[in-house]
Structures are given as structure tokens and as C-alpha cells.
């Protein structure tokens, strides 16, 4: 079992229900959530030892989401209570058909947003770890918290712990406060391990293009530009999603090794989409569980990909599930009732 430390915001996601557009009646639905959280979840589910690293306001929503990571067997030693400052949330409202989901962040002057490098004792919240995993949302909430990334990554590699990170560009966070994303995103991509991003990504961090007319020729363009880039990268991962509609996905994904390895799994058909929120930290906790594990190229993206498609059958944003029900879903164990 490895040790994972993951470190990012937890937030309440209010959503409306059924497929309702926000406030369309007053009814919000509410779950536990963030990028990061996200992962350390499915990470404890497929059977790794996780601790989480964030700040939360001392109070009833906050208590409740530190409770919710401790339900799914995420260790929680590592998240700070302070009596001030609030929760961060986030309003969603589901697509259907053709009509798109909406985000809308309410996160300023969160406990986290108002955190700093100086809170987190590094070398003791990384000691005995073998990977941390941060994204890119987490510096998008301003200066302060992007040095706490950075501080984080940089320990981690002097540590000799293994660095994960999710690009995870978010335009409208880094707006708010006119931080410059793609100079910001480079420093924590120059400590990275494993990244998972696409050509997108690469693109903002590099100031290149890749003007490739197939996806995927694309992503093998960015990562080998990321590779020359990145010393330390060893991998990039990134899935391949064609989008028919709100309800309806393709799925595939792809996984680039710096020695020139390259495993791509089939993609998935997802019609009947029930919450496609999380899909891309349940395949990031996948990838990872296939490194972790010591499963080869193939084996890994197969499993992550799996991993991801199954959260897009699960309401709220957490990917509850065990090894157990991804290689299930490998081995075509079809959608009839286990008993």
C-alpha cells in the first residue's frame, strides 16, 4: 500500500437537482467535493494509505467535509481548522441533451484561499510518502496559495517524493485576480513527476501551438515538446473525450512516457451520462493506482480509464470504488445486477 499525500481546497458543491437549472426551484443538492479530494477519495478506495492536506473553516460545513474524506478512509491529520474566514463552494447546474453544465465558483476569502506556504510543515506532512498529488485550481485562487503549491512541490522533490499534478487551467479563477496562469503553471509543471494535461495545457505554459489536425497527434506533439521542457517529467496523461451530448460521451485516453512509450486505451462509449463531475480525478487516481502498482503502460491507461468512465455513473463528486469494480468493468463484466 503506498502513501499518497494530496493537497488542495475541499469544498461543498450545491447543485440542482435532477436537471434543473439553478434556483429554477429553491432546492440545492449538496456533496463534498475538489479536485484533489476528489482523488485522495478514490485513491483510499482502491486500497492506498492517503492524508489530505488543506485548510477548512472550524465550523459545521467545514467539520462535515473533513468527516466525509474520514467516511471513505482518507486520513485527515493534515487538514488545519481555523476560526475564521469561510468555506469555499461551488454552484453547478447539470447539461441535458444539448444544453452545457454550469460552474459557479464562490471561493474568495475561503480558509483555504486564505492560506499560505507558512501554514504546512512540509517535511513532516511528506515524510514517509511516495507521491504528492496538487493541481493547477489550487494556485488559481491567488498569490498566496500559489506559493503554497509551489512550496509544496519543491519540498517534494527535495524530499525525493514523487510529484503528480493536474493541469487543471481554470480561466475564470485566475481572472479574478489577474494572476498570470501560464508563468505560475510552468513552476509547478518543472517539478512534476506525472502530469495530466492535454495539448491545451502545454500550450499555455509554453506560449507554443500545435496545430495537428487529429487529437491525439496533438497530445504527442505537447508532450514531447513538455518532455524537452521538463527534466523531471517521466509521464503525461490525459483522456480524449468526444462530447454528442450533456448525456452522451465517447471516452478514450492516452498515456506518453518520456522514453518514448505511448499506450492508448479503446475508448468507451458513456451514453446516459449521470454526473460527468470528477471523471477526470477518478482517471488520475487511476493512472496513479496502475503506476503505484507496478502495472505496464497498457495495463495502467486501461485502468485509469476504466476508473474514469465508472464515475460518470456516480452522483456528487467523489469516485467511491474498489479495485474490485474497475477490473470488473475490464473484464466486460456487463451492467447486470452482482449478487
Known sequence: MSRVVCFGELLLRLGAPGRELLLQTPQ?????????????????????DVQMVSTVPGNALGRHAVAELRRHGVGVAGVREVDRDRMGLYFLAPGAVHRASEVVYDRAGSAFANSSAEDHAWPALLSGAQLLHVSGISPALGDNVAGSVLGAVRAARAARVQVSFDGN????????????????LREVFAEADIVFADHRDIELVLGLHFPQDDAAARTEAAAAAAFAAFPHLQWLACTQRDVVSADHHILGALLLGRDGSRAQAPPRPLPGIVDRIGGGDAFAAGILHGMLSGLDAESTVRFGLAAGALKHAIPGDFSPVAEAQVLALLGDGGADVQR
Request: aromatic share 8%; glycine share 16%; charged share 15%.
Open 28 to 48: 440545492l443538492q449538496v456533496h463534498v467535493g475538489g479536485a484533489e479530494a476528489n482523488v485522495a477519495v478514490s485513491l483510499a478506495c482502491l486500497g492506498h
Open 169 to 184: 487551467y481554470r480561466p475564470s479563477l485566475w481572472r479574478r485576480w489577474g494572476g498570470d496562469a501560464g508563468a505560475i
